[in-house]
C-alpha cells in the first residue's frame, strides 16, 4: 500500500511538471516581442517603480532609444543603483532619479511640482509602480495597494496633463493586470475599506487602472494625448515580497522557471509608449502587444464619467486642476 501511495505521489508530480512544462511552452510561443529600433531622442519618459522590476526593464529600453529617463520611485538607494547599472549598459548618461512616494498624495504633489518646474516636456508617462498584500492604511486614510496602484497614479497623471498635452503626441501607459477581470467597482466603497481581503483590493484597483485609462482617452479625444492599459503577463519580478515567506519562495521558484523574465514582461510596456502602431489608439488595452478584450463596465461612458468625479473627489483635486 506504501509502495503504491509512492507511486501516486511520483505521477501526480509528472502531471504537474508536464502541465508547467506545457505552460512554459505556452508562455514563450505566445509571449510577444517588440521588435523595433525606433529612437527616442530629445524625448522625456517618466516610469513609476523604476528601480525593479517591469518599470526597470522599460526604463532601460527607453535609455537604450536615447530619450531621458526619469525614474520616478520611492527606495532612493534602490533607484540610484537602477541609474547607474542603466547608464553603464545603455551608455545614455540622461537618466534621473526623481522622489515619488505613491502612497503620499503630498509626495505625489511634489514630484508633479518638480517635474513642472524642470522639464520643458514629457512624452510618455508610464504608470508602471505596483504593490500588493500590503493590509494597512496610507497617511491620506486610503487602503495601501489602493492608493500606490490607483490613486497615486490618477493624481499624478492629472497634475502633470498640461505638460503631456503641450508635448502631443504623448502617450500614457497604465500598467494593469488581466486580474482587472474579477474586481469590482462599488461606488459606495471607492477606497476599498470594505474589500474582504488584498488580493480583492489589488483585482479592484487593476480594475480601477483600465477604468481610469479608458476615461482618460475619452477625455484625452482631439488633444494628440493616448491613453492606454496592458497586462505585462505573468512576471517573475519582486510585486509577491509583501506575501508570506513560504508562499513567496513556492511562488517565486515557479514564476522563475515557467514564466516571463521583466525583460519579457516589460515588452507590451514598450510598444505602447514606442511603437508607431498604436500612435493614434487610445482607449484601448493590451496583452502581449496586442490589443485585447476587457470587460463591459471598462468600457461604459457614464460608469466612467461618475467613476472620474469620485476619483477627483478623493484624491482632492481642486476645479481649477480638473482639466475636463
Ligand atoms: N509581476 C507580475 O506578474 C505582474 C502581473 C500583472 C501586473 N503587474 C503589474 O506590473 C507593475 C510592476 O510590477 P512588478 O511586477 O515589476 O513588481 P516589482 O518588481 O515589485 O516592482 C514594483 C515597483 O513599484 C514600486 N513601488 C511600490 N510601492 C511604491 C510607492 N509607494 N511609491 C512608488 N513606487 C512604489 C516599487 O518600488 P520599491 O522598491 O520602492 O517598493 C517597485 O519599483 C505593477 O503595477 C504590477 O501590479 C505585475
Redesign the pocket.
Known sequence: MEYEAFWKIITYFYYIGGLLALLKIYQSVTSGIFKSDKRLDGQVVIV?????????AAALDFAKRGAKVIL????LI?ANEAKEEIIEISKNKNVVVRS????SFASVRNFAKEIIATENRLDVLVN?????GVDKKTEDGIEWGMQ??HY?HFLLTNLLIDLLKKSAPSRIVH?????HKIGRLDFDNMKCERSKNGFMVYANC?LYNVIGSNEFARRLEGSGVTSNSL?????N???M?HVPYLVRCIVNKL?QLF?KS?EE?AQTTIYLAVSDDVTNMSGKYFVDCQEASTISITEDREIGQKFWEKCCDIVGLKPEERFI
Open positions: 513609476t517603480g523604476s528601480n525593479t522590476g517591469i518599470g526597470k520616478a520611485c520611492r527606495d534602490k515619488l512616494d505613491l502612497s508602471n509602480a505596483g504593490v500588493g500606490v496602484n497615486g500598467v494593469s493586470s488581466m486580474i487593476k497586462h505585462p503577463g505573468v512576471v519580478t519582486e510585486i515580497r514564476l514564466f521583466p514582461g
